[in-house]
């Protein structure tokens, strides 16, 4: 049996398009190996009816609540008051909160006026966290037998706090029974219907307490192989062989047995061969680059990148032939290639990749559509290009190449010497 959480998610900006929930999903990925799960996600405006009604809805359902958000220091942040009112207790002063509060602001090299101090008034009735990283304070309430703890909305500040000390605070009052097991499968080169099918019998098969999950991305498919059980030996083990068995099922469509985005994967595998990767991007923007060198490390195996908007950037810093754009058009494979080697010969790189596409909206001339992009891979074996459509709006189009352009290389790089 497993014990769920309903999250509460306080914050007109939320319901206007503003701000995105990613608090929630932040809980339910921590939650569920610990054999929790999320019951409901609910997202309510700073109204002190729209709060309490969601509050009652919730305990009618799970006996843990979590709200995040609400907790601010401007009168349009309301949630205290309301939990107040449905908990019982005071305003009282914390001094401790008071002093963490002030000790945050003189960091920040900032004043601490009246608004910023009252944080420090709390309901008597609550339980307090002092917030590590901001200055509102988690307020933990009970009621018969029912939790309800009431969490800061900026991300970063709710994160570490949850990690750090509410969760581990819940798995001490409620405890857990079930172990959850997680397998992932990345594959790629197969539409989601067609692995279904190709899966069907595999999944027919699958025990009680296992689930696979189709779960597409820009570019590749992760198969998430879900177990559940309380003996966690038995659970790891029966997961471990189903996951074996789903990677020969995925045969030449399998492009990792890890949960790791493209950018990662190919780190991972330069590092490994002590192999070093550059990029010249047109369509791209230097999109590549960045999803590369956010990763911890990656200075071991990226050199650098050359965002080669225009064509003078390609003529005169990657070396493309002004003869074979005006022959081919930019948005070329010859033109791809020697971006690709021109960012090899310049950074000094064993692996490149290049990109030159229309992202849109404009753009789009005859014979080539908007989401049009040229790809090339170069390295020491050679110079490989490929021609793709992908559809959607710019942002779309270009992280979709982006992706797909790492994972080129990731395929360059399984393939070997003299192999595309």
């Keep these: 049996m ?200 595999f999944e027919a098969a699958l025990p009680e307490g296992f689930h696979l999950a189709y779960l597409p991305n820009n570019g590749y498919l992760r198969l998430r192989l879900d177990g559940r059980g309380e003996d966690e030996k038995e659970i790891c083990k029966t997961a471990d062989a189903l996951h074996s068995k789903l990677k020969r099922l995925c045969g030449k469509h399998l492009l990792y047995d890890r949960d790791l985005t493209p950018a990662e994967i190919l780190l991972e595998m330069l590092k490994e061969r002590h192999l070093t990767f550059a990029t010249a991007e047109s369509c791209t923007g230097g999109n590549i680059s960045h999803l590369v060198t956010m990763i911890p490390g990656s200075s071991e195996a990226m050199l650098g990148g050359i965002v080669s908007y225009s064509n003078s950037v390609k003529e005169n810093v990657l070396g493309v032939n002004l003869a074979d754009i005006a022959k081919f058009g930019a948005v070329s494979e010859p033109v791809a290639a020697q971006m690709a080697q021109g960012a090899r010969r310049v950074t000094g790189a064993d692996i490149a990749v290049a990109t030159s596409g229309i992202a849109g909206p404009g753009g789009a001339v005859k014979g080539k559509p908007v989401g049009t992009v040229c790809l090339a891979v170069a390295d020491a074996t050679g110079t490989h290009t490929w021609t793709m459509h992908f559809p959607g709006d710019r942002q779309r189009v270009i992280s979709r190449a982006s992706n797909t352009a790492l994972i080129l290389a990731i395929k360059r790089l399984h393939a070997g010497p003299g192999k595309v």
């Design 2 to 201: 497993n014990q769920k959480i309903s999250i509460i998610a306080i914050g007109d900006e939320l319901l206007v398009g503003q701000v995105t929930d990613t608090n929630s999903p932040f809980i339910a990925s921590t939650v569920e190996p610990a054999g929790w799960s999320i019951e409901s996600v609910r997202v309510v405006h700073d109204n002190a009816e729209d709060i309490r009604q969601a509050v009652e809805e919730a305990f009618e359902r799970t006996d843990v609540i979590v709200t995040t958000g609400g907790l601010g220091p401007t009168k349009d942040d309301i949630t205290k008051p309301v939990l107040m009112d449905i908990f019982g207790g005071e305003p009282v002063k914390n001094e401790s909160v008071l002093e963490a509060v002030r000790g945050i602001m003189e960091r920040r090299g900032l004043q601490l006026n009246e608004s910023t101090a009252a944080q420090a008034i709390v309901p008597s009735s609550a339980r307090i966290f002092i917030n590590e990283v901001g200055t509102a304070p988690i307020m933990w309430f009970e009621k018969a037998g029912k939790t309800l703890v009431s969490m800061p909305g900026v991300p970063f500040e709710m994160q570490r706090m949850f990690v750090r000390h509410i969760f581990p605070a819940i798995l001490e009052k409620y405890g857990t029974r079930d172990t959850i097991a997680h397998r992932t499968v990345l594959t790629t080169d197969i539409s989601e219907s067609d692995l279904s099918e190709h899966l069907s019998d």
